[in-house]
């Protein structure tokens, strides 16, 4: 994996770098080859005494890790291509001439995946509209509400005294949490959509404030930079913490006013809190949302007057009354009962569901 290797580390700020982060993580060039490599040892034939490996790799690629990867697909390719010449070559495994990788990029993705799979469970009862209108049967699609909504009801939190000195900061009801993700979609420069925020939360000069750090998406580092340089400036007001973890970032949404930024989990989880959320631009735009969910836009003017609003005592009510869409009691055993009680050999065969039939 040397040239590999060496190739990955010149796009860390591209890509996501270590072959061993989440699978949710944008491709990287090692986790590409290592698939390209199980599917040379997955497709390869035995013919005339000898082991033949495919020679054609087709890697599908999703619209974020195509703007990504763009422009790095010729060395990408050629890279791959390299690896799995000697791999081939290692395991004794003929190649009828040179192999060749190429990138599709499929845009409908997701849809894809729906359209393949015969059981689907979903986070709201809208998705679940939205599945059945693909034309899946509707016995098998399951509103299970959303996981992550299932462990902050259910994880133990911390108690505010530990979770201060786990920290180093005192938190107050008025204490923002802030995390702030660049936008794939949005064309603007990531670092000036930062700014208009960390302009907006100076005209709070009341409100402490936690941020953690952004994803790893491109565009990541420019934010990361100036919340360094924003906490670093504002010591007795400002925590950075690089990650809270799922145990501490649950027990601060229990103790602080309001959550800032354009992160998922202000959209899933926060409103079953009784806090409000300020999402801030387009990064979760179309997503279902709790009445506690404020948009704006991505100027410090709005962004600021989203956030009076979200501590004010008409926000805080607000928020406090609000039904999540995504909760269900029950989710864990939704899940459970809806793998456990369908007979696999149902699910071998799909026959398309008319919402309308003529």
């Known amino acids: ?36 490599e199980k599917q040379m040892r997955r497709e390869k034939m035995v013919g005339a005494g000898k082991q ?14 195509d703007r990504r990867l763009l422009g790095y697909y010729p060395t990408l390719a050629g890279e791959t291509e390299t690896y799995l010449s000697a791999k081939a070559a290692e395991s004794g495994l003929v190649m009828d001439g040179q192999p060749l990788v190429r990138f599709i990029v499929d845009d409908d993705l997701r849809h894809a995946i729906t359209k393949l799979s015969a059981l689907h469970l979903t986070a709201t009862e809208p998705y679940r509209r939205r599945v059945i209108q693909l034309g899946e049967q509707p ?16 994880e133990p939190l ?3 005294e530990e979770l201060e000195e786990s920290i180093g900061f005192k938190i107050s009801e008025d204490t923002l949490l802030v995390t702030y ?6 064309n603007e420069d990531s670092g000036r959509r930062c700014r208009a925020l960390l302009a907006a939360l100076d005209r709070f000069p009341a409100s402490p404030v936690i941020i953690t750090y952004p994803n790893n998406d491109a565009g990541s580092q420019a934010i990361i930079e100036l919340i360094k340089d924003y906490a670093e400036r504002n010591p007795h007001r400002v ?12 027990s601060a949404l229990k103790y602080v006013g309001a959550v800032v930024g354009n992160s998922s989990s202000g959209i899933i989880e926060v409103p079953s809190m009784g806090i409000p959320t300020v999402d801030i631009g387009m990064r979760q735009k179309g997503r279902i949302c709790a009445k506690s969910v404020i948009h704006c836009g991505d100027s410090q003017d709005e962004i600021y007057r989203a ?5 004010s005592p008409t926000g805080r009510a607000m928020a406090s009354s609000a039904s999540n869409p995504y909760y269900k009691a029950s989710t864990l055993d939704l899940i459970v009962n809806a793998i456990v009680d369908t007979p696999l050999e149902k699910l071998q065969t ?5 919402i309308d039939p003529a």
């Open 1 to 36: 994996m040397g040239l590999l290797s060496r190739f990955e580390g010149k796009m860390e700020d591209t890509v996501e770098g270590a072959a061993d982060r989440m699978a949710a993580a944008p491709l990287s060039p090692v986790q590409i080859a290592k698939k390209a």
């Open 52 to 65: 033949y490996a495919p020679t054609l790799y087709t890697v599908l690629v999703n619209a974020d890790d």
């Open 139 to 154: 016995s098998r699609v399951i509103n299970t509400g959303a996981i992550g909504v299932y462990n902050i009801v259910h």
């Open 158 to 160: 911390m108690q505010k």
């Open 181 to 186: 993700h660049p936008a794939t979609l949005d």
């Open 239 to 250: 925590c950075l913490v690089k990650s809270l973890g799922k145990k501490r970032y649950l």
């Open 307 to 311: 956030i009076a609003y979200a501590l």
């Open 350 to 354: 799909k026959s398309f569901y008319d």
